[in-house]
T-cell receptor, first 112, second 111 residues
Framework: AQSVTQLDSHVSVSEGTPVLLRCNYS??????LFWYVQHPNKGLQLLLK??????LVKGINGFEAEFKKSETSFHLTKPSAHMSDAAEYFC??????????FGTGTKLQVIP | DGGITQSPKYLFRKEGQNVTLSCEQN?????MYWYRQDPGQGLRLIYY???????QKGDIAEGYSVSREKKESFPLTVTSAQKNPTAFYLC??????????FGPGTRLLVL
């Protein structure tokens, strides 16, 4: 059975400092992995996805994530946080239609 | 513009009442999904549909019903059997089982 664990429910960073949001997963197959961002009372927006091509995936708004099979991790990073990055982030693992599992989310706070 | 629309943005339900949430997409996606989001629990799958006139139960289908009469539309009915309906409901669509794209959501509140 697949699962996804977001290791931090809340992360707080100062504006201009790096962001690291951690995600570990388990899967019996070679899954697709995604990061989504959700601003309050909005839908989820796709940040980036990994589908077995390059292990370092670049997304929108300066975010990127590295797939590490040996560590079963897919951490999301950004070199410099901006106030507009404050939101909730979801890591997702997918093996197909019904086999999509969402993490419980990490709320990112950016301090001016 | 291509995208997914959900309406209404807010919906109020009285006890014993059935309510229907709308989801429409013009992305020409075959697959559509309904999720429920509660604080601290991530998203949980209610129903999904791979093609018109076919749909499958997800992890928490009890108290909900859906229909898929048109490719573009996948309405969700929250029935009176759903005893705890207060949540944020998200609709998504995808090509086959690939990347899902989400609508803006409907917040359901109980009067």
């Amino acid at each position: 059975a697949q699962s996804v664990t977001q290791l931090d429910s809340h992360v707080s960073v100062s504006e201009g400092t790096p962001v690291l949001l951690r995600c570990n997963y388990s899967s019996s197959y070679s899954p697709s992995l995604f990061w989504y961002v959700q601003h309050p009372n909005k839908g989820l927006q796709l940040l980036l996805k990994y589908t077995s091509a390059a292990t370092l995936v670049k997304g929108i708004n300066g975010f990127e994530a590295e797939f590490k099979k040996s560590e079963t991790s897919f951490h999301l990073t950004k070199p410099s946080a901006h106030m507009s990055d404050a939101a909730e982030y979801f890591c997702v693992v997918s093996e197909g239609y019904q086999k999509v599992t969402f993490g419980t989310g990490t709320k990112l706070q950016v301090i001016p | 513009d291509g995208g997914i629309t959900q309406s209404p943005k807010y919906l109020f339900r009285k006890e014993g009442q059935n309510v229907t949430l709308s989801c429409e997409q013009n992305l020409n996606h075959d697959a559509m999904y309904w999720y429920r989001q509660d604080p601290g629990q991530g998203l949980r799958l209610i129903y999904y549909s791979q093609i018109v006139n076919d749909f499958q139960k997800g992890d928490i289908a009890e108290g909900y019903s859906v229909s898929r009469e048109k490719k573009e539309s996948f309405p969700l009915t929250v029935t009176s059997a759903q005893k705890n309906p207060t949540a944020f409901y998200l609709c998504a669509s995808s090509i086959a089982g690939e990347t899902q794209y989400f609508g803006p959501g409907t917040r359901l509140l109980v009067l």
